[in-house]
């Protein structure tokens, strides 16, 4: 005999449901609901797109990899201004919502793969450099900005220069508390943070879940090692969940950062994605559902793992459908007999309790504001939804796969994995805004003791590929033109501030910044940068000044 019971949900136990007129952090809030009560227009049209002059980089690349943080810049909204952040050029963007004009620029000393979070007219932004910063929302100005771990050294890593310990647990704000974490190498130290967001106060630091003795992936096999931050951190209650790349979420105690578990060799063939949700006590996470207090396995299949929480139900996209399953009852517990006639019990999703059919394969993130659905689909189109009349209501084509959505004050914000930035709104007889990257230009003139100095070091080298230091870069002319003439991945030093910005603006202008050089502000006797990593070391400071 089956008996089957409702297992029952605490709907208090999700995170704040983004409201008012902001989406402050990637999918709407700390629980990561992807959810606001902000309505958006049945006639939506486009009003603006932003293009980007650098395409995203992604830290993992490849088949299958389900790293997909920074395949496509991760938009928020807050006080009138769309925030996000680009893996190719080490910078954060805020554009002005209503014309897609650009506010400011941020420069960070390394990628930034991650969406921005917005509180207290502040922005924060975790970048592969080792750095937590806080800027002034309205300025782009630093307030302040707080390092992982206690050292500032360098290595090579995913292609780029990073910190030993990059900022990829992506920050996430809870009842006036943000929390982030650093750190990719349990060898290296892992280490999460509580924070205050207005002073970057400690309020606690947990240092010791990097070096863990715990069972590895591979069976029998046990060893010290522990979480990698490599994710968005979730808060919701009081758990503070951990992502860790491929691997199972982890939990800690939000109120004194105490670890609770990692499963990682329990559920070895669970393939989460690279976030998690948190509501009614439970993890959605990929296609899989665990348990919020103990982290254990509920479900290893859901109808798909884009997902938002609705008000009254979780939905979900899969292939050409979107499913609406109630909260109150949303997974079923079997009572059943297995082969050896022993009890078992069995987990499953309730049956949807609606559903819309969709012309459009649908693809990996789905976002829901109002009564409105929001999907991307896997072939370049934005696809919105209406859960009253169970309805399609508009069909979008974009320049790329959709993977960042965010909504707020009636505007729909869409960003693809070419970099372009979307705004749809009510619709309106105004003419489409369209902001196209500067033509690349050169802010030093004729150059022309660089240029020769450039053409002397390849001549005698004959070095075109690797990796290249510049000691000294000043305004970074030297390394402007060995970028012209080569394939080097430059780094380029200064310990002049005011050299520091205006080497970044140029080299930025001129289309270079990021995928080609950047300028890192440091002591000259002390860069923080590995031994032996460059194919050729420069100076710029060497040439004559009259070269600049």
């Known amino acids: 005999m089956k008996m089957i ?55 993992w690349r490849g088949h299958d990899t389900r790293m997909t943080f920074d395949y496509a810049p991760q938009p928020i909204i807050a006080e009138g201004m769309v925030f996000f952040a680009g893996s190719g050029d080490d910078k954060v963007y805020a554009l002005d919502l209503a014309r897609g004009s650009l506010m400011w620029r941020f420069f960070t000393e390394g990628p930034v793969r991650f969406a921005p979070a917005f509180f207290g007219g502040r922005v924060y932004v975790c970048s592969d450099d080792g750095y937590l910063y806080c800027l002034s929302a309205r300025t782009g100005g630093l307030v302040w900005k707080k390092r992982a771990g206690p050292e500032g050294d360098m290595v ?4 780029r220069m990073v910190s030993r310990r990059p900022v990829r647990g992506a920050a996430a704000i809870l009842d006036g508390i943000l929390y982030f974490g650093g750190g990719i190498w349990p060898s290296e130290g892992i280490y999460l943070y509580s924070l205050d967001p207005e002073t970057g106060k400690e309020l606690w630091a947990n240092d010791s879940s990097g070096g863990l003795v715990m069972d590895q992936p591979h069976p029998t096999a046990r ?10 951190l979730t808060a919701a209650g009081d758990t503070l969940l951990v992502s860790t790349g491929r691997a199972v979420p982890a939990g800690f105690d939000r109120a004194d950062g105490t670890f609770r578990y990692f499963h990682l060799q329990r559920y070895g063939q669970v393939r989460p994605g690279p976030f998690a949700m948190l509501t009614d006590g439970f993890i959605f996470s990929g296609n899989s ?7 254990l396995l509920l479900l290893n299949k859901t109808p798909g793992s884009a997902a938002a929480v609705f008000p009254q139900d979780v939905v979900f996209a899969q292939g050409r ?33 609606w559903s819309i059919q969709c012309s459009e394969a649908l693809g990996s993130c789905l976002i ?24 399609v209501v508009m069909t979008a084509d974009v320049d790329g796969e959709p993977l960042g959505l965010a909504a707020a004050s009636g505007f729909l914000i869409v960003a693809t994995d070419h970099g372009t930035i979307y705004c749809y709104g009510e619709k309106t007889a105004k003419d489409v805004i369209e902001i196209r990257p500067e033509p690349r230009r050169s802010g030093y003139g004729e150059n022309r003791t660089f240029a020769a100095v450039a053409r002397e070091i390849i001549n005698r080298t004959g070095k075109t590929k690797g990796y290249c230091l510049d000691l000294g870069c000043g305004r970074g002319g030297l390394a402007y033109e060995l970028a012209k003439l080569t394939d080097l991945q430059i780094y380029a030093v200064e310990s002049d501030p005011g050299k ?34 460059a194919d050729l070391v420069v100076s710029a400071a060497s040439v004559d000044k009259g070269g600049e």
């Open 156 to 159: 090579l890593g995913n292609g």
């Open 289 to 295: 559902v665990f348990r919020a207090e103990s982290g």
């Open 500 to 533: 520091v910005t205006e080497a970044r603006e140029l080299l930025d202008a001129a289309g270079l910044y990021g995928t080609r050089v950047t300028v890192l502000q440091r002591d000259l006797a002390a860069t923080g940068l590995p031994n032996y990593f």
């Open 368 to 391: 829901g504001a109002g009564e409105t659905v929001v999907a991307g689909t896997s072939n370049r189109k934005v696809v919105t939804a209406d859960i009253r009349s169970k309805s």
């Open 223 to 232: 060893a010290r090692s522990g979480v990698s931050a490599q994710g968005y």
């Open 5 to 59: 019971f409702l297992i029952s949900v605490v709907l208090a136990f999700g995170g704040r449901i983004a409201g008012g007129d902001d989406w402050p952090q990637f999918r709407a809030d700390a629980a990561r609901s992807g959810y606001t009560s902000e309505r958006l227009s049945a006639d939506l049209s486009l009003h603006w797109v932003y293009g980007a002059r650098y395409v995203p980089r992604p830290a």
């Open 321 to 353: 459908t979107i499913r609406g399953i109630t909260r109150s009852r949303l997974l079923l517990e079997e009572q059943i007999k297995d082969a050896d006639g022993k009890a078992v019990t069995k987990v499953s999703l309730s049956p949807a309790s």
